[in-house]
């Protein structure tokens, strides 16, 4: 039995927060996997609406500016047109039912999944799981130019270094084994 099945074959409860949790945690197995990237990123999209949502109704908007704050300056408008480009398109057939989306990179999902760890980061109670703090990690391995050095720095300074050699400039398709290499090595702890 899965954890979101139960005998009498209901769902079970959840809340908000724990919803976004698992759409999260989701989206990182599968963007490791190298799955449907346009899956990945309607799911991790229906994450962030939840902690957006969730981030303005308790008037904690704090980790919107805290983002723009680690965008490498006179990179912002292109760090926000990646983020909501592909989403509106999944999401939206009213205005533009003939509309074709392309010209996506592959990585879009890596900063949208990105985006919502750190938002659910600033919601949650609780410490991040660590199944984020490791994409968390290899986000800002595998993109050194978007965030500040200082931030970057900061963050990587917890990872050792021979971990760090082992991947700073690899190809994506490495840094997604990884990636996958890691997740299977924490579900196995």
């Known amino acids: 039995m899965t954890e979101s099945s139960t005998v009498s074959g209901r769902l079970p409860r959840i809340g908000?927060?724990?919803?976004?949790?698992?759409?999260?945690?989701?989206?990182?197995?599968?963007?490791?996997e190298n799955r449907d990237p346009f899956a990945i990123h309607t799911v991790t999209q229906a994450a962030f609406g939840i902690l957006r949502a969730?981030?303005?109704?308790?008037?904690?908007?704090?980790?919107?500016?805290?983002?723009?704050?680690?965008?490498?300056?006179?990179?912002?408008?292109?760090?926000?047109?990646?983020?909501t480009r592909a989403s509106n398109f999944l999401?939206?057939?009213?205005?533009?039912?003939?509309?074709?989306?392309?010209?996506?990179?592959?990585?879009?999902?890596?900063?949208?999944?990105?985006f919502a760890i750190a938002?659910?980061?600033?919601?949650?109670?609780?410490p991040i799981p660590p199944i984020m703090n490791l994409y968390f990690t290899w986000y800002l391995l595998s993109h050194p130019s978007l965030m500040t050095d200082e931030y970057r720095n900061q963050a990587l300074a917890r990872v050792p270094q021979v971990e760090l050699d082992r991947i700073r400039n690899a190809p994506r398709n490495t840094l997604l084994e990884a990636g996958r290499g890691s997740i299977g090595s924490w579900l196995k702890n």
């Open 91 to 114: 999401k939206h057939a009213d205005r533009d039912p003939d509309e074709i989306l392309e010209d996506v990179s592959e990585e879009i999902n890596d900063s949208a999944i990105f």
């Open 119 to 126: 938002y659910y980061a600033d919601l949650s109670a609780e």
């Open 54 to 83: 969730l981030a303005e109704k308790h008037g904690s908007v704090r980790i919107h500016q805290a983002i723009v704050d680690r965008i490498r300056p006179g990179k912002e408008a292109e760090f926000w047109w990646y983020i």
């Open 16 to 32: 908000k927060l724990d919803a976004a949790r698992r759409q999260i945690e989701f989206a990182i197995r599968t963007h490791f």
